[in-house]
């Protein structure tokens, strides 16, 4: 499988014990919707499968897990800080109301105070936060997407209004 035909659900924080289980941080959204029966790890670039022999969600965007054939702290130890995917088809469906900042990527980005910038080419997603990728003048520009840089969104023009701090976009320019 390919990092193109996976979606990223979160990464390995922590082993726990002694047994290999490790545990799962979740920036997906509803990780109770997700079908974890094998998920993948991006190991030195490569989309390495883990099949999970038990899961147990928690409260706090976790879950506790046990992949076949880990057993032991040792063969836990690699995965930690590894990023966790499932392949596409295991994305749960999501209705029309459902927003992700995903669903920005070829919108028109406007500032509040230079106006139009450029279109949103892709949005990563770090923990904690999102960033969303443009091209202004001839430059990659990356600015994060987050409740206060954001002042509006049309869906039905697919453009966004920003506030983006000031001499952000001088960084990039002057570099």
Do not use: W
Not at 39 to 61: D, H, T
Not at 67 to 94: G, N, S, T
Request: glycine share 6%; net charge negative.
């Amino acid at each position: 499988m390919k990092l193109e035909e996976a979606f990223y659900i979160g990464y390995i924080t922590k082993t726990k014990g002694l047994k290999g289980e490790v545990q799962l941080y979740f920036e997906y959204d509803s990780p109770e919707l997700l079908d974890l029966d094998v998920v993948f790890a991006e190991i030195n670039g490569k989309m390495v499968p883990y099949f999970v022999s038990s899961c147990k969600l928690q409260n706090n965007q976790t879950g506790n897990i046990y992949f076949d054939d880990i057993d032991h702290i040792d063969k836990a130890q690699i995965l930690v800080k590894k990023k966790i995917y499932l392949p596409l088809e295991k994305m749960p469906d999501r209705s029309d109301d459902d927003f992700h900042y995903n669903d920005l990527i070829g919108f028109m980005v406007s500032d509040e105070t230079l106006g139009e910038l450029g279109e949103i080419l892709d949005v990563n997603e770090y923990p904690q936060h999102f960033v969303a990728t443009m091209n202004y003048k001839e430059k990659e520009v990356l600015f994060p997407l987050n409740e206060d840089m954001i002042l509006e969104i049309d869906l039905d023009e697919e453009t966004i209004l920003v506030d983006l701090p000031d001499g952000l976009l001088d960084l990039y320019l002057n570099s």
